[in-house]
């Protein structure tokens, strides 16, 4: 079960009405709550079902929102007794404002829930949510906040941990800002142990006027300052790692960038002599049109409710990305690298795709060569071979040399590189055209 999923609809309906900050009167808020209940449901069909009910009234409202996440194990379903997350929502309306609160509804889930809690006389899930009406801007300022208890149990030798998190949120007109700092999670275990400690999410962007559940433009960061784990044979300690995710709207295009990185990451186990410290990188940006992309997405998510089985069909898939490549595409691989003892293996690579059909893609290679534009480069260089023969005495670093002779790769006084290039139809490895 995707858990980012779980936690995105916890936050999502715990902070019920965050959409509807268009509100300004009793009505208009309790409408404005409908409509996002309606599009949460829409937006996970076929990975959960989301309802309500509940009353509406001048100075107040209450509601009950239901959340059933399908296709979860059934062990897991077994243990926690429910596959269903059931939230109480309480809306207080003011003079040209409104403020919702909520919280678990009381049900076995959230009796259980107590029993590991660090402090059970608290809420588990606690989110307000406050509107107020910018007469000089004449739009609907929302801010809110949330909190997780911290929970925690120890039993037969095993002891689990994970210390309060918190975040806060904001909406104006179409632009959002979302940050979120997880507690400290800490597992013990007869075959192991695990810890993570600093990790926090921040995202702002843009949501696209068409539909609030796309956007034009955002900026994501996932980072966490400590990961380690350890059992009886080996250990690894990660620092600094972090997942980014952009999206930039320019024109009819849009660029979508995602990488990862960690400062430095550790291994130590019986099969390595010594312990290996390396840094990992990647950055890659796609070049897509937008409306094309917003199509795809929206025939991927009618398929997610209609026959979610068809999207296993890659003919079916295929045929959706029809629309994307026709109207050409890029991809930027701008880092791609490992880090050892002050040297690095990188590659890079530059990619632009005229527009194109899936049946040339398929049947009609050549043609499909002609709409190429590629730069790609890999670097090794000897200092990172030394680093590993050092490390890995049984290293053999022939199969390079094997690649030297088979014009892949060419060595220098720095190490070994390569280069390809795709340019009218021509394919050139290391400068030396390559027969088609």
Partial sequence: MNKVLVAGLVVAVGAAGYVGGVAVTAGKVDEAFAAQMDQLSVAYTGQAEVNYKGTSGMFS??????????????????????????????????????????????????????????????????????????????????????????????????????????????????????????????????????????????ESGTLYADDPMMTTAFDLLISADTFSFKDAERSMDVKGFNVTADQKTEGDRTLIGVGYGASEIQIQGPDIEEQVSFTPNMHMVFDVDFDAFYGLAKQVGELQRTNPAQLEDPFVMMGMLGGLTGKGLGLEIDDLSIGLKGSKVSATADLDMQPFTMEEA????????????????????????????????????????????????????????????????????????LPL
């Fill in 61 to 202: 409202s209450d509601y009950q929102v239901s959340v059933k996440i399908l296709d979860l194990p059934e062990d897991l379903v077994a243990e926690i007794g429910t596959s269903e997350l059931l939230l109480d929502v309480n809306f207080k309306h003011g003079f040209l404002n409104s403020t919702s609160t909520s919280k678990l509804a009381d049900t076995q889930l959230r009796t259980d829930l107590k029993e590991i809690q660090a402090n059970n006389a608290e809420e588990f899930l606690t989110a307000e949510t406050r509107y107020s009406y910018d007469m000089g801007s004449e739009q609907v300022l929302v801010d809110g906040d949330f909190r997780l208890a911290a929970l925690g149990y120890a039993e037969a030798g095993e002891s689990f941990s994970l210390a309060a998190s918190s975040g806060t949120y904001s909406l104006k007109g179409d632009t959002f800002d979302i940050s979120m700092d997880v507690g400290e999670l800490k597992l013990d275990a007869n075959e192991g142990n695990m810890a993570l400690s600093g990790v926090s999410l921040t």
């Fill in 362 to 433: 398929m049947m009609q290679q050549q043609a499909l060569l002609q709409k190429v534009d590629l730069d790609a480069q890999l670097v090794i260089p000897t200092e990172l071979l030394d680093a590993i023969s050092a490390i890995d005495p049984e290293f053999d670093a022939s199969m390079l040399e094997i690649a030297v002779l088979q014009g892949m790769l060419v060595q220098d006084e720095q190490g070994y590189r390569g280069e390809l290039t795709v340019k009218d139809g021509q394919v050139v490895l290391n400068g030396t055209p």
